[in-house]
């Protein structure tokens, strides 16, 4: 009798083991967030400066062209600035490369501008240059950063 019930409490005590080390696998995947700045075309709404063209270069670059320039008149274009993930970023900097002579202004954004998820800023950028008929090209560099309260 004594051995059958050391048998049966072995039984259990294994049984009982058993269920409390089993592994449970789960695949999947978890996104957590994302996070990204970009420039993208022109505003189609906001009308440009003859003689100036802007383009996305890169995602955080911009590409800009004055063609025949009159002496020390304004030329502006416009484009976008995208916030284009989930969580709000900052423009950590705006860096214009600019050929001798000529200088650029950027509107409607400025470092330190605060981004929303998904937000989408309409700005500018006005350049000038004291040479009349001059033809030249310069980019306009963002830096984006992860911003957190």
């Keep these: 009798m004594l051995s059958i019930a050391l048998l049966v409490s072995l039984c ?11 592994t ?4 999947g995947t978890v996104e957590t967030t994302s996070w990204g700045g970009s ?3 022109p505003d189609p709404s906001v009308p440009s400066s003859k003689n100036i063209t ?10 800009v062209r004055v063609s025949y320039a009159k002496a020390n008149t304004p030329y502006t274009g416009t484009f976008k600035v995208n916030n284009t993930g989930t969580v709000p970023i900052k423009i950590k900097s705006i860096v214009p490369d600019l050929p001798s002579g000529v ?6 954004v400025s470092e330190g ?3 929303e998820p998904g937000e989408t800023k309409s700005a500018g950028v006005s350049t000038s240059t004291p040479v ?6 310069f ?11």
Excluded: M
Aim: charged letters at 20%; glycine letters at 10%.
């Design 113 to 115: 501008y605060l981004l």
């Design 39 to 41: 420039l993208s075309d």
């Design 24 to 27: 449970v696998s789960v695949d």
């Design 12 to 22: 259990v005590t294994g049984i009982g083991y058993a269920g409390w080390t089993d």
């Design 103 to 108: 200088t650029a202004s950027v509107s409607g």
């Design 132 to 137: 009349e008929g001059k033809e030249y090209d």
């Design 54 to 63: 802007l383009s996305v270069a890169s995602p955080d670059t911009l590409k």
């Design 139 to 149: 980019t306009v560099t963002f830096t984006f950063v992860l911003w957190n309260e």
